[in-house]
């Protein structure tokens, strides 16, 4: 019997809104909070979560960049020669994606999503290393780094294995008590909701089931550890799209040349662009000022959420969809699906959750990068009381 276990869970997606009204964790994680998230992706909000810090600080933000010079993606352009009908299949990408993702080392998550084969050379990816593991940040330490520099034992998901193998793994390194920590993630209900939208009963029964899971966790957990310390907790929420948008129509009709007067990313809420013409940039501002479907993102708020990058590594205007408009298609996708997230940090459904069996959420926990210092201060509790 061990002492100590901090159980760390975070479900992909659960956000405010679609458990505010569902009892979701309350037999064992009583004491929730809302939590504001971090203006971007999955691929922002994961490493804030895992390192504490901001996008500013640790560069992970959106995965595809402007950046010709540094392209590992060059051997892809004969593929713009190619029928879109075959390039735009899902089935070709996949395998394509797979293919690329073995040949450049990449390391983390990656997908070629729906950027364009006659474009790719002009873009990099920049989740080249996992934020889920040690050394796994584009800039500074994780919660992993932490861990291994302290010697503490964990068990962490592996993402490309399926929810139930990390569940039974976990219970296995539990049982076994090799662990001093747990950071587990769940990404199935953020797939889900994107199939299905916020308010199909699908969604609390994925919830039920989660539930049962947590409670296998629990079970084998009380057994081994004297106290187990559980946050559940998720990274955004989920909005339903109900508008689509064909923001690359508009902008494709003034006839620019993409990569010579100016580039852009289409993810699926943003479009971020880079600009080489002085005339080019002003139609394209023109464009998105008669837009009402979103707006340009101010530098200053985009200070304010800490995700300004004074190199405009990320681009150089930020064009943000109002909650519940989709760009399609856009690079990310080329037909619409039910729901996303990364919309605005206070729309509705942008929101987090924690969830907790402690009695309380100290007061500075208010943003999803400090449920980093809960996993830093329990990993500490439990390396003292377990005894290494
Ligand atoms: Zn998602």
Redesign the pocket.
């Known amino acids: 019997m061990k002492e100590v276990l901090p159980l760390f869970i975070m479900i992909d ?1 659960c956000g405010w809104e679609i458990v505010r009204n569902d009892p979701f964790a309350q037999n064992f994680a009583p004491t929730r909070k809302k939590l504001e998230s971090v203006f971007g992706y ?1 691929s922002t909000c994961v490493p804030s979560i895992l390192s504490g810090r901001w996008p500013d600080e640790h560069r992970n933000w959106c995965y595809f960049v402007f950046d010709p010079k540094n392209s590992p993606f060059r051997s892809l352009k004969p593929f713009g020669w190619l029928p879109k009908f075959i390039t735009s299949r899902r089935i070709f990408r996949r395998y394509l994606t797979k293919f690329v993702k073995v040949q450049l080392k990449f390391r983390g998550y990656f997908d070629l999503y729906n950027i364009p084969f006659k474009f790719i050379h002009l873009f990099d990816f920049t989740e080249k290393k996992s934020p889920l593991k040690p050394k796994g940040m584009n800039r500074g330490p994780n919660i992993f780094d932490f861990l291994e520099e302290r010697g503490v034992p964990y068990f962490v998901t592996e993402p490309l294995n399926p929810e139930e193998d990390n569940r039974d793994r976990l219970i296995r390194d539990i049982e076994a008590e090799r662990i001093d920590f747990a950071f587990q993630y769940w990404a199935g209900l ?1 797939g889900l909701l ?1 199939m299905v939208g916020n308010d199909s009963p699908e969604i609390p029964k994925k919830l039920r089931m989660y539930e049962e899971w947590i409670e296998q966790v629990l079970a084998a957990a009380r057994d081994h550890y004297k106290e187990v310390r559980l946050y559940i907790f998720s990274d955004h929420g989920m909005a339903n799209c109900d508008e689509h948008l064909d923001l690359k129509a508009k902008i494709d009709a003034l006839n620019l040349r993409m990569g010579v007067d100016y580039a852009v990313v289409y993810d699926s809420t943003m479009a971020r662009f880079w600009f080489f013409d002085e005339d080019a940039k002003r139609r394209i501002i023109e464009v998105l000022a008669k837009e009402p479907q979103g707006r340009v993102m101010p530098d200053e708020e985009l200070k304010g959420f800490r995700a300004y990058f004074d190199d405009h590594y990320f681009g150089e205007l930020i064009w943000l969809a109002k909650e519940g408009v989709l760009i399609v298609p856009s690079h990310m996708g080329e037909r619409p699906i039910r729901a996303m ?1 990364g919309y605005h940090p206070h729309d509705p459904h942008t929101y987090a959750t924690l969830f907790t069996n402690q009695d309380s959420v100290p007061d500075d926990v208010t943003h999803i990068p400090h449920i980093c210092r809960l996993m830093e201060r329990d990993a500490e509790l439990a390396k003292q009381a377990n005894g290494r």
Do not use: E, R, T, V
């Open positions: 997606a999955s953020d994107h997230h």
